[in-house]
C-alpha cells in the first residue's frame, strides 16, 4: 500500500465505461446512456467523493488525543496557556462550525497556518506540490511511452523468449518493494560507481532545474514501478485484442501486420490503459511518501510524514485533501478522456434516432 | 460398490478441486517456484528460533560491520550483530502480522463487497462514495497517523491494516458478485425460490471464491510491502526486534563501508513478496482470470 | 475438369498439439475443389472442423494449429509456401472472405468508411480520389439504404444484418475471384437471412466467383450452393450435387443429419442421431461415424473407408452406400403427444404488459414527456394442463420477456398472471407460496449459464429435490439417479461438473433440474438454440415423453418455427411484444395467416432446394414498438393506409378457432 499503487481503483470506472459490459447499475440507473448525462453524474460523483474525504481527514483529525495548540505548545500545553491558545485558535468552537470555517477557507486556497503558527501552509505546499510534479513529469515522460511500447512488443510476441524476458522483468520490478530498489541503485550508482548523489539535499523553493541530476533515481525508482504495471495491463490487453474476430478479419483483409497493429489492434487495446494510466499518475502525484524519503526529496510525501512526526494537524488535513482531490481529478479526466475516445459510448445514442 | 452419500460427496469434491487445482498451479513454472519460495518462507519462519546460530540482540563492538566469514556468514551489523540470525528471524513479525490482517481484510472486505454487490440500492451507493474516499485518501496517511498516535504494537497493526486493506476488496467482491448474479444459474435458484442465504452459500460463493482467492494472494503481498515500509520509515517494528524493514534501514546508513549488510534483509524480503506474485499469477492463470488485467495499479 | 480449379486443396491435414504433446488432428486428408462460378457448401455440426477448412483456403491457421500435410493451392500456387507480402496481396484481392460474426469482425473504433477505404487502398487500382465513390457504390451493391451514412457510422450502430452487408460489400471491394463465406448469416433473424442469401444468389450469378459457403444448417446450403461437401469429425464423408446431397445422399451421417432436421410440413418429430462425435485424436482406426452408425459391421469399426464415387457422381466414404437407402431421411419419428385446448386450465395469462424501461431517480425526478411504450403488451392467454403453446418471434419480439415474468424473475407493469383459472400469482418470485413455485419450473437457453460451473450434477439436482421435497441423503441420491434416467443419463453422470459435460447433455441435466420439482409447468426458453441439429432433435423428443409420462404443460419459446411445429398444440406469434396471431399449431401454419406470419413461415429455409423463401417489406431492425396502431406496420408489405398507424388491430377469429390480429379482412389474408 505504501509503495504501490492501489490495485483496483479502475477496475469499477472500467466497468462504469461500458469497457466491461453494459450490466452495471450506474447505467442502467439513469436509463439511456446519454454522454452529458453520464459526464454529469461522473462529475458530480467526483465531488461528492472530495467532500466524502474532506469530511473523514477532518473527523479523523479531530478523533485524534491532542490538537494543534498541544502540538505548538508540547510540554506547556496545560492550564490557562492551553485556553488561550484554544480560544485563540478557535479551537473551542463547535466542531460544525470549524469543518466549515476550515472548507470556506480550503475553498479560497487558504489551508490556515502550519502548527507551528509562523508559515501559512499554502505557501509551504506550494514548492513541494511543484517539486511531486516535477518528479512525476520526470517519472511519467519516460515510463508511459516506454510502458506502452513494452507491454505491446511482450504481448505481439506472446510466450517468446523477449516476452518471458519482459514479464518475468515486470514482476520483479512490481515486486521488489522501492525502498530496496531504491537502496540497490544508490549503492550501484550513487556508492560503487559514484554517478549521482545518493540524496537530495536542494531546499525545497530552490528552482527546478537545481534538483537534476539528484532526482534521475528518485524518478527511475518510480518509473520501474509504473513501468511494471502499465506494461502487464498492456500486454493482456493486446493478447486480447489480438485474438479478437476484427484483428483475423483485418488478416484475412489482407491488411499488413503493422498495419493491423496500429490502426485495427492498438487503438482497441490501449483504451481500457487509460485509466490505469490515470491511477499511476494520482499515485505519483501523492503517495510516493517512501520514495521522497529515501531520496530525501522535498515534495509533498516526505512533508507528510515530517507533519505526521511533527503531528502537524493542519498541515496533514491539507496534504491529504490535496492528494485526495488529484486523485479524484485525474481519473475523472481518465473517465471522460476514455469516453471520448471510445466510439461505442460517445454514440451511444445515435442509433436511437 | 462403495456407497457414497450425497452429503460427504460434495465437500470431498471441493477438497479434491483444491488439490487439482494445486497440481496445475504447482505445473506451471511460476506457480511451483512461487511456492517453493512461499513455503520455504513460512517454514524457515517457524523454525528459525530453533536453528539461528547467535542471539539476535547480542552485540559485539569487537566485530562491528564485519564482512562475511565462516562464523557470520553474512557480517554483522553497526552494532555487531550477527546478520544471518537477523535475516532469519527478521520475517517472522511482518509473516505473523499480515498471516492474521490478510484473511481478516478478506472476509471483511468480501463479505460487505459481495453483501453491497446483492443489496445494491441507496445503501450500495452511499458505502461505495466512502470507499471512493478511502482510497482517495494518500495510501501510507492512516497507517502513518494511527501507528503515531497508538504505538506499533500488533494489537494496533493489524486491525489497522485488515481494515485499511480491506477496503479494496470491497470493490473487486462487489464487481465478481455483479458479474456472478447477472448469471441465469442465479435467475435459476431465485425463480425456484431458495432463500437469498442459500442462494449466496451454494451458488454465489462458490464463483466469487476463485476471484478472492486470487485477491488474497495479492493482498499478501501489499501488505507485506505496506508493513516493511512502515519498518523501513521508522513507524513499525520497533528495535532490537528483527524486521527485514527495520534492518534495511539501518544497514542502509553504513552501506558505503558495508554493502553487505543490506543483501540479506533485501534477498529476504523480495524473494518471499516475488514467491506470493508468482504464486498468485500461477493460480490466476489456472482458475482462468487475468490478474494483469484485473487487479493491475 | 475443363477449367483447372480456382481453389484447389489436397489431402489436407491439419492439427494442433495435445498437452500431452501428441499433434491431433482437426482435419484429416481433406480434398476441396472449386472452379470460377461455382458454388461449394462445406456443411458439419460443431467441431467437424468446418470452419478451419475455410480458413486454411486463405493459408490461415488459427493460433495454436499447425498443418501437418497437404496442399492448398489458389490459382496453382500453393497458399502456404507465399510470402507474407503475397498472401496480404491476395487475401482481401482474389480471394474474399465473409465471417461469421459482423458485429465482431469489424473493428469498433473505425467508422465503417473508414475500413471500406483501407480495403480498398489495399486492392484496388482506382486512384484515391475515386475511393469515396467507389465505397458509396459498393455499398449500395449490398443493398444499404444511405450509404453515405453507413460510412460516417461506427460498426455497433448498425443491426446485425446491416453489419453482415457491410463485410460483404468489404469482401468485394477487391473484386475477388473467389468468397469464402463463413456461417454468414447464422445469429441473424430468418427474414434479415432471407435477405442476406437473396443478394449473395445475385452476386454469385451476376460476378462470376467461385464461392464456398460453409455452414451448420442445411437449409442455407440448399438455397446458395451447387455442390456440397459433407464433414464429419475432420473428414469428408459425402460430396456430390446439393440435390442428390439433400434428397438421398449415400452416406449414413448424411441421412442421419436429414432426420434429424424438423420441417414446416412435417407433423412428427424429427430422429436424434444417438451418440456424439469422436473428440480429436479419438477417431480409432475404423470409420468415425461408425459408433453411431446403424449399419455398422466389424470392417467399419477396424478400417478406414475409402471414399468411393458412385454413378451420378456423388463421392461417399462409406463401405455400404448401397445400403444407405435403408436410413430414413425425413424425420418420421415419434408422435408427438397432443392436447385439446378444452381441459382444466393450468395457466392464465389476462392482459400482461411488461416494461423494460426501470425508473431511477432522474426519470422519477423529471419523467418524461411521453410516456414509454410498454416492451410487451395485451398479452391474454389461456392455457389448459398438458397443452403446450409456442411462443414464436423474432429476436427482439419479447418472447422471453414473457417467459421471465411469469417465472416471477421479472415483474409485469400491467395484467395479471394466474395460476389456473382464478389463483393469482405475486409478480414477485420472492412472494410467491412454494408449492406455486414448484409448480412452475423454467429451461434456460444456455446451459453454460444456466447450471452452476462450480456444482456437480448431483449437487444441481438436489437444489429443487431438498427445497421442495425436503430429501437428503440416500433418498434424494436415489431421486436424482431417477431424474437422470429419465433423461436418459446414466447415475456415472453424478459427479461429473458441467464442464465435463457436451452441449446436450448439460441441456438434459438442466431439464431433469426442471423435472425435480414435479412441475405442472415447465417454461423453456430457446432451449435447444444452443445445440446442434442432431442433439436438438433428442431433446425434442425427450421433452415429448416426458409429456407423455408427466401431462406437464409446456411454454415452448423458440425463434425456430420449425421446431416449435414439431411440439406445439397451440402457437403464438409476437411482433415486438405484441401476439399477432395465435391458435392450434395447424391452422397458423397453414393459411390464411397475419402478413407477419406469412412472412416468417416463407423466409424458413428446408434443406429443399427448390423453395425459395418470401421477402420482408423493409429490412431494418426495430428497436422500439410504434405507440400506436399495429405494431407490425412499419414492415408490413400489405399495409393498407393510415387505419394500421392508428388504429390496434382487431382480433379476427377464424373458422378453425385461431386467432388474428389484423386490419385486412380475415378472408382477403
Known sequence: MVHTPHPDKGLDEGIKLGLGSESDPALTRTGPADMTSLLLRRLALGLVTIWIVSVIIFLGVEALPGDACTAVL???????????????????????????????????????????????????????????????????????????????????????????????????????????????????????????????????????????????????????????????????????????????????????????????????????????????????????????????????????????????LPVIQAITLIVAATYVGVNLVADILAMMLNPRLRTHQTRRQ | MTEVSPITAPAQSRLQRVLTTLQEVVRLPSGSIGLTLVTLHIVLALISPLIVPYDFKEMNSAIILADPSAAHWLGTDHLGRDVMTRVLLGGREALIVTGIATPAALIWGGLTGVLLGLRGGWLDEVVMRLVDAFLALPGVLPLLVLVTVFGTGNDVLIPTLAFFFGIPVIRVARAATHEVVARDFISAARARGHSQLTIVRRELMPNVLDTMMVEGAMRWSWMLLGFSALSFLGFGVSPPTPDWGLMIADARVYMSLAPWGVLGPVVALSSLIIGINLTADALAKTLGLDRSRKAVV | MAEPALIDIRNLTVGFRARSGALLPVLRNVDLQVCR?????????????????????????KRGLQRMGGQVLFNGDDMFDRTRKQLEAIRGGQLGVVPQNSGQSLTPTLRIGTQMREALRLHCTLPEAEHEARVINLLSQVRLPD??????????????????????????????????????????????????????????????????????????????????????????????????????????????????????????????????????????????????????????????????????????????????????????????????????????????????????????????????????????????????????????????????????????????????????????????????????????????????????????????????????????????????????????????????????????????????????????????????????????????????????????????????????????????????EVGPAAAVYGSPSHPYTDILLNAVLEPDPDVAPKLMAEDVVELAPPACGCPFQRRCPRKLDSVCETDTPPSQTGADGHVVRCHIPLNEL
Request: charged fraction near 20%; include cysteine.
Open chain 3, 147 to 580: 450509404p453515405s451514412t453507413i460510412m460516417q457510422r461506427y460498426p455497433h450502430e448498425l443491426s446485425g444484418g446491416q453489419q453482415q452487408r457491410v463485410a460483404i460489400a468489404m469482401a468485394l471491394a477487391g473484386e475477388p475471384d473467389a468468397l469464402l463465406l463463413d456461417e454468414p448469416t447464422t445469429g441473424l433473424d430468418v427474414t434479415t437471412q432471407a435477405h442476406i442469401l437473396e443478394l449473395l444468389r445475385e452476386l454469385a450469378r451476376t460476378r462470376n466467383m467461385a464461392m464456398v459457403y460453409v455452414s451448420h444448417d442445411l437449409g442455407v446450403i440448399a438455397r446458395v450452393c451447387e455442390k456440397v461437401q459433407v464433414l464429419y469429425a475432420g473428414e469428408v464423408v459425402l460430396e456430390g450435387p446439393t440435390r442428390h446431397v439433400l434428397t438421398d445422399p449415400l452416406h449414413p451421417y448424411a441421412r442421419g443429419l436429414l432426420a434429424s432436421i424438423p420441417r414446416l410440413g412435417e407433423t412428427h418429430l424429427p430422429v436424434a442421431l444417438d451418440g456424439r462425435p469422436p473428440t480429436p485424436g479419438k477417431t480409432g482406426s475404423g470409420c468415425a461415424f461408425a459408433p453411431r452408425c446403424v449399419l455398422a459391421n466389424d470392417q467399419c469399426r477396424s478400417k478406414r473407408p475409402p471414399l468411393i464415387t458412385s454413378a451420378h457422381g456423388e463421392v461417399t466414404r462409406c463401405f455400404y452406400p448401397e445400403k444407405t437407402g435403408q436410413i430414413a431421411t425425413i424425420g418420421s419419428g415419434t408422435d408427438p403427444v397432443h392436447h385439446d385446448a378444452c381441459g382444466d386450465t393450468a395457466l392464465t395469462l389476462r392482459d400482461l404488459s411488461i416494461s423494460y424501461a426501470r425508473s431511477g431517480l432522474i426519470e422519477r425526478l423529471f419523467p418524461p414527456a411521453v410516456p414509454t411504450v410498454p416492451t410487451v403488451d395485451g398479452i391474454s392467454i389461456i392455457l389448459a394442463k398438458g397443452e403446450t403453446l409456442g411462443l414464436v418471434g423474432e429476436s427482439g419480439s419479447g418472447k422471453s420477456t414473457i417467459l421471465k415474468s411469469i417465472a416471477g424473475l421479472l415483474p409485469p407493469s400491467g395484467g395479471q398472471i394466474l395460476m389456473g383459472a382464478d389463483t393469482p400469482l405475486t409478480p414477485n418470485v420472492e412472494r410467491r407460496r412454494p408449492d406455486q413455485l414448484r409448480c412452475i419450473q423454467m429451461v434456460f437457453q444456455n446451459p453454460d449459464e444456466s447450471l452452476n460451473p462450480r456444482q456437480s450434477v448431483l449437487e444441481i439436482l438436489s437444489q429443487p429435490l431438498r427445497l421442495y421435497f425436503n430429501l437428503r441423503g440416500r433418498a434424494l441420491q436415489d431421486r436424482a439417479v431417477e431424474l437422470l434416467e429419465t433423461v436418459r443419463l446414466g447415475s456415472h453422470y453424478l459427479d461429473r461438473r458441467p464442464e465435463q459435460l457436451s452441449g446436450g447433455e448439460k441441456q438434459r441435466v438442466a431439464v431433469a433440474r426442471a423435472f425435480a420439482a414435479n412441475p405442472e409447468i415447465v417454461l423453456c426458453d430457446e432451449i435447444t438454440s444452443a445445440l446442434d441439429v442432431s442433439v436438438q432433435a433428442a431433446v425434442l423428443e425427450l421433452l415429448n415423453d416426458l409429456k407423455k409420462s408427466m401431462d406437464t404443460t409446456y411454454i415452448f419459446v423458440s425463434h425456430d418455427l420449425t421446431v416449435v411445429r414439431a411440439l406445439s398444440d397451440r402457437v403464438a406469434v409476437l411482433y415486438q411484444g405484441r401476439i399477432c
Open chain 1, 74 to 312: 508540547e510540554r506547556d500545553a496545560q492550564g490557562e496557556v492551553l485556553a488561550k491558545c484554544r480560544d485563540d485558535l478557535g479551537l473551542n468552537a463547535p466542531a460544525l462550525t470549524r469543518y466549515a470555517d476550515w472548507a470556506v477557507g480550503v475553498l479560497h486556497g487558504d489551508f490556515g497556518m502550519s502548527a507551528n503558527g509562523l508559515q501559512s501552509i499554502s505557501e509551504l505546499v506550494g514548492y513541494r506540490v511543484r517539486n511531486s510534479l516535477l518528479l512525476a513529469a520526470g517519472a511519467l515522460s519516460v515510463g508511459i511511452p516506454l510502458a506502452i511500447f513494452l507491454g505491446t512488443v511482450a504481448g505481439l510476441w506472446r510466450d517468446k523468449p523477449i516476452d518471458l524476458l519482459f514479464s518475468t522483468g515486470a514482476i520483479f520490478a512490481m515486486t521488489i518493494p522501492d525502498f530496496v530498489s531504491a537502496t540497490i541503485l544508490i549503492l550501484i550508482f550513487a556508492i560503487w560507481l559514484g554517478w549521482v548523489p545518493a540524496i537530495v539535499i536542494t531546499p525545497a523553493d530552490a528552482p527546478p532545474l537545481d534538483f537534476f541530476p539528484e532526482f534521475v533515481l528518485a524518478a527511475v525508482v518510480l518509473t520501474l514501478v509504473m513501468i511494471a504495471h502499465i506494461m502487464r495491463m498492456v500486454r493482456s490487453s493486446v493478447i486480447e485484442v489480438m485474438a479478437t474476430d476484427y484483428v483475423q478479419m483485418a488478416t484475412l483483409k489482407g491488411v499488413p501486420y503493422w498495419r493491423i497493429v496500429l490502426t485495427h489492434a492498438l487503438p482497441n487495446a490501449l483504451l481500457p490503459a487509460i485509466n490505469v494510466i490515470a491511477l499511476t499518475i494520482a499515485w505519483l502525484l501523492g503517495g510516493v511518501v517512501v520514495v521522497e524519503v529515501v531520496f530525501n526529496y522535498p515534495g509533498l510525501g516526505r512533508m507528510l510524514v515530517d507533519a505526521v512526526s511533527d503531528r502537524d
Open chain 3, 37 to 61: 462460378g461455382e458454388s461449394l457448401g462445406i456443411v458439419g455440426e460443431s467441431g467437424s472442423g468446418k470452419s478451419t477448412l475455410a480458413l486454411a483456403a486463405m493459408g490461415f491457421l
